[in-house]
């Protein structure tokens, strides 16, 4: 509800992916750029750079093989 860009927001950061994911449906934001009332399909903005989806990075679920790929090389 502030003057600031969802992205930029300190509680919506503090949420999980899924109540990520439910706010900005529930604001009818594109789930890709976060700020057009359009679909993520027809959006012109950048994909997730983690996977490539038409998601917001912010928005990224990891995959199992990207779990195990990130405990392997942390250990």
């Known amino acids: 509800s502030g003057q ?3 992205d930029k927001c ?3 950061l503090k949420l999980t992916i899924d109540n990520r994911f439910e ?3 529930s604001l ?3 789930l890709n750029c976060m700020k057009g009332k359009h679909f993520a399909r027809d959006c012109r903005g950048q ?7 038409s ?3 912010l928005l990224h679920r990891a995959s199992n093989t990207e779990k195990v790929r990130q405990a392997i090389t942390t250990h």
């Open 4 to 6: 600031h860009e969802i």
């Open 10 to 12: 300190s509680d919506f």
């Open 23 to 25: 706010k900005i449906k």
């Open 28 to 30: 009818g934001l594109c």
């Open 47 to 53: 994909r997730c750079p983690d996977c490539g989806g």
């Open 55 to 57: 998601h917001h990075k």
